[in-house]
């Protein structure tokens, strides 16, 4: 992955209807931003591969995170800077793996595919979505998606 590239093609709210959205200065966004349920901001980049115009983008969501005193505070992928870098070249790859299966709305899935930044795990950004990779050989985990929210759900069936 090390001379991997993805441009950065835009970043955008969420389009779920049932997206909370709050005010925010973040140009790009038309100044606003989403909350997830515990009212952390959240975004969403899209990638493309730069050599293919014609190719599929790629969303990947990104957010705040709460630090061991509960302030909620983005590390890393802060719009406000990220709001630079669209349409520019980013070290990224889109990477898709085998995932014990998850359901959405009708659809029962065995792969996910994502965009993984330079420098970070497979396995860490496919569990951040819901997708733990160690847990192939557990077919009990079943993963299900909510299509209006996007929320990742986790029914364990043991």
């Known amino acids: 992955m090390d001379s991997s590239v993805l441009k950065l093609t835009g970043i955008k709210l969420s389009s779920s209807a049932n997206a909370k959205v709050a005010e925010s200065n973040y140009e790009k966004?038309?100044?606003k931003i989403n909350l997830t349920s515990d009212d952390r901001e959240y975004y969403i980049a899209s990638f493309q591969d730069p050599t293919n115009?014609?190719?599929?983008?790629?969303?990947r969501v990104f957010s705040q995170v709460s630090n061991n005193d509960g302030v909620k505070e983005w590390r890393g992928a802060h719009p406000s800077v990220i709001q630079n870098f669209v349409g520019k070249n980013v070290p990224a790859e889109i990477v898709t793996r085998k995932v014990p299966p998850y359901v959405i709305g009708e659809r029962t899935l065995t792969t996910y595919t994502c965009v993984v930044l330079k420098s970070e795990s497979i396995e860490a950004v496919f569990r951040a979505n819901g997708?733990?990779?160690s847990q192939m050989d557990a077919p009990a985990n079943i993963?299900?998606?909510d299509a209006s929210t996007g929320e990742v759900l986790v029914t364990d069936v043991m």
């Open 29 to 31: 966004l038309g100044n």
């Open 53 to 59: 115009p014609f190719g599929i983008e790629r969303n």
């Open 131 to 133: 997708h733990d990779l």
């Open 143 to 145: 993963i299900e998606v």
